[in-house]
Nanobody, 122 residues
Framework: VQLQASGGGLVQAGGSLRLSCAASGGTFSNYAMSWFRQAPGKEREFVARITWSSGITYYADSVKGRFTISRDNAKSTVYLQMNSLKPEDTAIYYC????????????????WGQGTLVTVSS
């Protein structure tokens, strides 16, 4: 399974970006996917999760109401729509496949994409 994240960039505070995570090399109907992020000098943290089959979503409190995770099963792609961006959202954003365990822990995930950088200026 390979994941390719894209869509990052530089945006002013209050702006929006949409990240994409394209998956290939596997069957995803039984897997949940998540976005994580890692700011400089900080640990990787959970952002949002979605199941492939039922589309159930879950968000970190810090992004709830501003970010929306969605998926297109036909394209094997997961999206993260980010609105009302804040400087503290600046980080490298990663997508990953859930393997088992705590959904908030990076250790529960595999097949990490290479990440895409989001920079929010004040």
């Amino acid at each position: 399974v390979q994941l390719q994240a894209s869509g990052g960039g530089l945006v002013q505070a209050g702006g929006s970006l949409r990240l994409s995570c394209a998956a290939s090399g596997g069957t995803f109907s039984n897997y949940a996917m998540s976005w994580f992020r890692q700011a400089p000098g900080k640990e990787r943290e959970f952002v949002a999760r979605i199941t492939w089959s039922s589309g159930i979503t879950y968000y970190a409190d810090s992004v709830k109401g501003r970010f929306t995770i969605s998926r297109d099963n036909a394209k094997s792609t997961v999206y993260l729509q980010m609105n009302s961006l804040k400087p503290e959202d600046t980080a490298i954003y990663y997508c990953a496949v859930y393997r088992g365990g705590s959904v908030l822990s990076p250790g529960a995930y595999g097949s990490w994409g290479q990440g895409t950088l989001v920079t929010v200026s004040s």
